[in-house]
């Protein structure tokens, strides 16, 4: 009697908890999965779901000189911070790993703090900084500022990549005779490239959502996705922007699909 | 082989071996910590300095004592009811859900982690817009609600601390459940058939034995939600529609408005000593949680 009691009040505490789970799941997904018709509706105002579907707003989008310079500013400076984030954070991480040093862990504590200093605090002060060196406004500026935000994000992927990887090999290498920089290229990269990729597109992601620095240190032609889409938010809502939110949904999708593959292969790698 | 019995030709080889190893080293780390220099320690040092002088350059305290006027400290506790209220209604939603992740049938499991993934890595103004949108007076929430008979006229869920609130769970939930999900995986299931094997109901193993061992986990992710919300401003922003007003919000009319360095600066130092003490207290509670044990 008290068993069969028991195995119902717990079928019933696992109900709710499923219930509790699936609202969860739909409340996450809920956002993302809205936008994607929200593109497609040719209604002046906001609805959902769109009275009716058009193509009229994806045309406006591409007609659009604004947007469609804020897309390439936005791309090309999250290709560079991807670049140069993934290039210093690899290099800083190895550092990291193989130092004894002392110093190693307030240089770490150094790379990971723009994590948790809040981003607006960072955003005026390079604002303030960048005005003495004519940075404002310019995508150098940009690329800079996102590599700052995405640089823990590397150091921390690219670390666990390194702590799954036996470093005997690249002292092998070095024995028979290779160089610490050639050892490094052809042995110990090649066997963390998954976690390298993996970090890479979050970097990637963090520059192609950052709204808060960019809201700041650029304008006029230089001006972000996210710059144009929070004033439009702020004023009055552009009908574009939901095709500019597609855009960036998809996108980040594609990104999120190519980091997972390349975690999951890092994972078997190590073990 | 050590250097001392090495002959005196060899332990030369191997110093300068060893300075080359440690140069490549510091070369390799130079780049990273040159940016971070440049683009995190001179401006958040810049505006240190720069909140301890007035508008005529006199040194002064004037931008702190000023932060004791009501209108900051209204601030200041908005600030805090806000991260509180995210904070609890993250780890109300984020306990159960990670605890699904990590015991519930696997395929499910599986489908909540990647809904979790989707939702962290959709851009965070695309989210904030479409909770605009859904929130609206004539949106899908409102429909729902009324349609189930909850309410008779539209709600209004957005531009308040409603929707500011409803945003920020979204967005800090990945923050709540992946440290807590990574810990509850780490507990040993053994430890539950052993309470159960003594004669511990489910309920009493789950409160005496799991509960207790994934709290370090549940004090990690709320500290990393409380800790974001405190200094966010993007969604309070646009979800609070100028009636919930923040600290990272009056940092940013400070300066494009008004342009005072000094106020803004002075602000975000405080921001980031309570961002500080916050981490500082956790992780000190829970040092001396593990040293008790």
């Known amino acids: ?15 709710w908890l499923y219930l509790l789970v699936v609202l969860t799941m739909l409340f996450l997904v809920l956002p993302t999965l809205v936008v994607i018709p929200m593109s497609l509706s040719d209604a002046r105002y906001l609805s959902f779901p769109p009275k009716s579907l058009s193509l009229e707003p994806l045309f406006s989008y591409f007609a659009s000189l604004e947007w469609r310079t804020a897309t390439t500013v936005s791309l090309v400076t999250a290709t560079l911070t991807m670049l140069l984030a993934t290039t210093l954070g690899t290099a800083a991480a190895y550092s990291l790993h193989v130092s004894q040093s002392r110093l190693s862990g307030v240089l770490r504590g150094l790379m990971l703090a723009p994590m948790i200093v809040p981003t607006i605090f960072i955003a005026i002060g390079l604002f303030f900084v960048y005005a003495r060196f004519d940075l404002n406004n310019t995508i150098p500026g940009l690329v800079l500022a996102h590599t700052l935000l995405a640089l823990p994000y590397v150091v921390i992927n690219v670390g666990a990549g390194l702590r799954s990887y036996d470093m005997t090999q690249e002292q092998a290498a070095c024995i028979l005779g290779a160089s610490r920089l050639r050892a490094f290229f052809d042995v110990t990269l090649p066997q963390i490239r998954f976690s390298v990729i993996a970090a890479a597109m979050f970097a990637f992601a963090i520059s192609l959502d950052e709204a808060v620095i960019s809201l700041f240190i650029s304008g006029g032609d230089s001006s972000t996705l996210t710059k144009r889409m929070f004033s439009s938010l702020r004023s009055e809502i552009d009908p574009l922007i939901a095709v500019v939110a597609t855009l960036m949904t998809l996108l980040s999708i594609l990104m999120l699909c190519i980091s997972l593959m390349a975690q999951r292969k890092a994972k078997r790698r190590s073990l | 082989m050590s250097a001392i019995d090495a002959g005196a030709l060899n332990a030369r080889e191997l110093r300068s071996a060893d300075r080359r190893h440690r140069l490549f080293l510091f070369g390799s780390g130079l780049p990273a910590l040159l940016l971070v220099l440049v683009t995190f320690v001179l401006p958040i040092g810049w505006l240190f300095w720069l909140s301890l002088f007035d508008a005529d350059g006199q040194l ?34 984020g306990y159960p859900y990670a605890y699904f992740m990590t015991k519930g049938p696997h395929w499910l499991a599986s489908l909540a982690m990647g809904v979790l993934l989707v939702s962290l890595w959709t851009s965070l103004l695309v989210r904030t817009y479409a909770w605009l949108i859904i929130l609206q007076r004539r949106g899908m929430a409102n429909d729902l609600l009324m349609a189930l008979g909850i309410t008779d006229v539209p709600l209004s869920l957005v531009h308040n601390l409603t929707g500011t609130v409803i945003g920020m769970v979204h967005i800090m939930l990945p923050f709540m459940i992946l440290p807590l999900y990574a810990a509850m995986k780490s507990i040993d299931p053994i430890y539950n058939q052993a309470a159960a094997a003594f004669g511990a109901s489910p309920a009493r193993a789950f409160r005496d034995v799991f509960l207790p061992l994934s709290l ?15 200094g966010f401003y993007v969604t309070p922003a646009l979800l609070g529609g100028g009636k919930v007003q923040m600290i990272s919000m009056r940092i940013e009319s400070d300066v494009s408005m008004y342009a005072n360095w000094g106020a803004a600066s002075s602000l975000g130092v405080v921001l980031l000593i309570a961002t500080l ?4 207290i956790v992780k000190k509670g829970a040092g001396f949680s593990r040293r008790s044990e």
Not at chain 1, 1 to 15: E, F, P
């Open chain 2, 216 to 230: 370090p986990g549940l004090a990690a992710g709320a500290t990393l939600v409380f800790v974001i919300t405190l």
């Open chain 1, 1 to 15: 009697m008290s068993r069969i009691q028991q195995n119902l009040s717990g079928m019933l505490r696992a109900s």
């Open chain 2, 277 to 280: 003490l916050m981490l500082f």
């Open chain 2, 60 to 93: 002064t305290i004037q931008n702190y004592t000023r932060l004791l006027e009501p209108i900051y400290v209204l601030t200041f506790v908005q600030t805090f009811k806000i991260a509180v209220i995210v904070t609890v209604v993250c780890v109300l939603i």
